[in-house]
């Protein structure tokens, strides 16, 4: 007979008390009636379409929903590189919907970003909006005052959390623990899902969440990152996924939380909805107007968006973990597989973590038997750039199954990328001057105008910081997850390709079946590949008699669970030599272009460096859950 771990039983026992203390049903109406007898009723307006803003970005999606007929869709999609016109036109679509706005997703923070977005929708429940916000347990909304004051801003906003442990919006690190002891699989399933949709015709995934650094505004540390807007048939396939995740008894509403529940009943009076009060609010105001700018608008959203007809929407179900054999519930990891597996020409693959599952590592591993074998190129973070180091220290564990077995050309982004900078940052205007109508950048991207920031936001995210650089200056880290098939189709979502992905976090994404996209796509991928963005990984010279008893030593090392320790590995990170010409790993000339620049370049000694050695020797026993 199994018997439990000894050192597990305190944490089962709480587990176990906790699961009991459910509230009743009689702690929830007093809560729900709390909730009714407080809650804001004020009303903004009078008018049937709730005074929506007229917005170009609505007006084109109407426009296609127009022209779709049966068999036969119509869509506007728009690629969002850029992060402030990716905050805008959230903002512009907020105003000017006129029935419903549904939004899910992982993180919602209590910085700059996260507020100004809240008001808004919170400013559109007034208007007589129905607003309807699921977000994530693990990582957003912890505040309990903040909640109290949702719960009762209005009658037509409504807040739920997906996946709470134990019935609690707040985990304290010991339930954290508990959860993972008692019902590891119910809480490491997370909703990872990124959707704004609008009256169920036009919507926003990706990969951004609601905290500062997705929107260029944390002062140290940005993500590189993407969405895609779409208008047109899809978005219905949008507004019927969340209504999927909503209705789903994991997404729970705040007075069945156990402690939001007993927050409101000690607090009877309604708290109200001050007006935020903002870190940098300048910047606030300048995104603020640009949402209002229709000239604006259509010159940094709309003017490289296609009018095309095949669009699909893709999203596992809720609860992914309860049916792990069903494939509908994992509808959109099983499309992106069977696309990928269809590459005959170039994969040209984004993820800012690179640990592919069993599934993914057999389909890549037939595309490189193909006869010619498909390009497969793929941009990723390096140690400096990313703020997940035990996930790096696996991808690093492997590079040579992805070199060799697998065909993989990767580029690993450095902190400072020349690309991700000029897309994202913004250089400083005298008061009054104007910006200039700046150019296209390559992948449909542009660059903007943007005052000087001071100080560091604090974030929930902020203590998750990248490692220490011998470099100075903000850093950016790949966060964007996208993929382009033979240049005919291409897929923006959340999807990372890794295990947790694949089985564990629900996904969403869309594919757009149209080679303008694709080249787009492609394109701007292709940009953070550079020699400016990127370092190349690549296998080490050879030297006589010393690299194969290296590269034997070093195979063997690899394949152990434990005690990974060689330091010598078969491939490092190259950098362009001046005056050289770009060119491919497999080209006869790398090595005489390419000086080797070390396994982490720009990396200071420090605990985060000691602890990506450790993750490589010992952490393949939780490779499935990174």
Not at 367 to 384: C, D, E
Request: net charge neutral; with cysteine.
């Amino acid at each position: 007979m199994h018997r439990p771990c000894p050192a597990l039983l305190p944490l089962l026992l709480l587990a176990l008390l906790l699961q009991g203390c459910t509230l009743s049903r009689a702690q929830i109406r007093r809560a729900d009636a709390v909730v009714a007898a407080s809650m804001d009723t004020r009303s903004t307006c009078a008018r049937p379409d709730h005074c929506a803003i007229a917005s170009p970005l609505l007006a084109a999606a109407d426009e296609a929903v127009a022209a779709s007929r049966p068999g036969h869709p119509q869509h506007v999609v728009a690629m969002l590189g850029a992060s402030e016109p990716a905050l805008a036109a959230r903002l512009n679509l907020i105003r000017a919907a006129r029935r419903t706005i549904d939004v899910q997703t992982y993180i919602w923070d209590h910085d700059d970003a996260g507020l100004l977005v809240l008001d808004e929708l919170v400013q559109a429940a007034w208007r007589g909006v129905r607003v309807r916000i699921l977000v994530d347990q693990l990582s957003a909304f912890g505040d309990l005052a903040l909640l109290d004051r949702l719960a009762r801003v209005s009658p037509d906003l409504e807040v739920r959390l997906y996946n709470p442990t134990f019935d609690k919006a707040q985990i304290s690190p010991l339930g954290w623990a508990a959860g993972i002891a008692c019902c590891f699989l119910r809480f490491n399933q997370r909703m990872h899902n990124k959707v704004l949709v609008v009256d169920d015709r036009i919507g926003i995934t990706g990969g951004r969440n609601y905290q500062n650094r997705y929107y260029d505004w944390d002062d140290e540390f940005d993500y590189v990152d993407r969405d895609v807007l779409v208008g047109g048939p899809a978005a219905q396939a949008m507004a019927d996924s969340f209504a999927l995740f909503w209705n789903h008894p994991r997404s729970v509403p705040l007075t069945h939380l156990r402690d939001v529940n007993r927050h409101l009943l000690a607090h009877p009076q309604a708290p109200g909805w001050p007006a935020p009060a903002y870190a940098h609010p300048e910047r606030v105001w300048r995104v603020q107007q640009e949402a209002g700018d229709d000239e604006w608008l259509r010159m940094y959203v709309l003017d490289d968006s296609l009018r095309t007809g095949d669009v699909e929407f893709f999203s596992d179900l809720p609860g992914k973990t309860e049916e792990p054999h069903e494939h509908a519930a994992r509808e959109l990891t099983r499309r992106v597989m069977q696309l990928v597996a269809a590459a005959r020409q170039e994969v040209v693959l984004q993820t800012p973590y690179l640990v592919m599952s069993k599934r993914a590592t057999r389909i890549f591993r037939a595309l490189h038997r193909q006869t010619p074998p498909p390009r497969i190129v793929v941009s990723t973070n390096s140690l400096a750039s990313t703020d997940d180091f035990a996930v790096y220290a696996i991808t690093y564990k492997h590079r040579k199954r992805y070199l060799k077995k697998l065909g993989f050309e990767i580029y690993e982004l450095k902190p400072h990328a020349s690309g991700p900078t000029d897309d994202n940052a913004w250089a400083s205007l005298e008061d009054g001057e104007e910006a200039p109508a700046a150019a296209p950048a390559a992948g449909g991207r542009r660059r903007y105008i943007k005052p000087e920031q001071t100080s560091l936001l604090g974030s929930r995210g902020s203590s998750n910081r990248p490692a220490p650089l011998h470099s100075q200056g903000r850093r950016f880290g790949l966060h964007a997850k996208s993929f382009v098939v033979d240049s005919s189709f291409a897929m923006i979502g959340s999807h990372n390709f890794d295990p947790r992905s694949d089985h564990y976090n629900t996904e969403a994404g869309v594919i757009v079946y149209d080679s303008r996209f694709a080249d787009q796509l492609r394109e701007a991928i292709l940009r953070d590949t550079t020699p400016d963005n990127a370092w190349v990984i690549a296998p080490r010279q050879k030297v006589p008699v010393l690299s194969p008893i290296s590269q034997a030593i070093g195979d063997v090392s690899a394949r152990l669970p434990l005690f990974d320790f060689w330091p010598f590995r078969y491939a490092t990170s190259y950098e362009l030599k001046a005056g050289c010409t770009p060119m491919r790993p497999d080209d006869p000339a790398f090595y005489s272009c390419y000086e080797p620049v070390g396994d982490f370049p720009d990396v200071a000694i420090s605990p985060k460096l000691i602890y990506t050695r450790l993750f490589t020797a010992f952490g393949v026993g939780i490779q499935g859950i990174l």
